[in-house]
């Protein structure tokens, strides 16, 4: 079955250092994969994606990820982490079958000390 | 500006009633979706529209209803039928010149009287 992890409920950070959140995923083919951001009380916004070609993708807000096929990952990462980016995170995996769905992790919350 | 309006923002349910969120989106965007959110839990589907006048069950539908009348709404009802509806209530439609990418709203929060 299709699954996306993101081991790290929580993680703290402080400003200016910085950042990677992990995602394993196990699915059968070439996954679309996506990282979304999520500030508290708010819809949730896409940071980047990866369908195919290069895989180290960049996105928007300074972030970017790589996609290892290797280790069915695809992390995030930012060099230097902003009080903004204090939100909730989550990675998921596109299903290319006809119902479209998102399969999510849970996702992961980052706090950001001054 | 395109997008996906759901309304109200905070709404109140009384123990029986049913209550019915809106989701409105001016993408012309096929496929539309509602979630639940709950802390921890990650997002969980409830149901999904490909098309005007269809819609799938998804994950956790018991307890919840919707319509797709029209291809810009896709309004979602609680029932009296769903015991644990304290949740935030997440829309999004999907844009079909992007696999998969979804576009969110911006969430209702509903809790229970």
């Known amino acids: 079955a299709q699954s996306v992890t993101q081991p790290d409920i929580h993680i703290t950070v402080s400003e200016g250092a910085s950042l990677e959140l992990r995602c394993n995923y196990s699915y059968g083919a070439t996954p679309y994969l996506f990282w979304y951001v999520q500030s508290p009380g708010q819809g949730l916004q896409l940071l980047l994606k990866y369908f195919s070609g290069d895989t180290l993708v960049q996105g928007i807000k300074g972030f970017e990820a790589e996609f290892k096929r290797s280790q069915s990952s695809f992390n995030l990462r930012k060099p230097s982490v902003h009080w903004s980016d204090a939100a909730e995170y989550f990675c998921?995996?596109?299903?290319?079958?006809?119902?479209?769905?998102?399969?999510w992790g849970l996702g992961t919350s980052l706090a950001v000390n001054p | 500006d395109g997008g996906i309006t759901q309304s109200p923002k905070y709404l109140f349910r009384k123990e029986g009633q049913n209550v019915t969120l809106s989701c409105e989106q001016n993408?012309?965007?096929?496929?539309m979706y509602w979630y639940r959110q709950d802390p921890g839990q990650g997002l969980r589907l409830i149901y999904y529209s490909q098309i005007v006048n269809d819609f799938q069950k998804g994950d956790i539908a018991e307890g919840y209803s919707v319509s797709r009348e029209k291809k810009e709404s896709f309004p979602l009802t609680v029932t009296s039928a769903q015991k644990n509806p304290t949740a935030f209530y997440l829309c999004a439609s999907r844009d079909p010149g992007q696999q998969n990418i979804q576009y969110f709203g911006a969430g209702t929060r509903l809790s229970v009287l």
């Open positions: 998921a995996v596109g299903d290319a079958g006809n119902n479209r769905k998102l399969i």
């Open positions: 993408l012309n965007h096929d496929a």
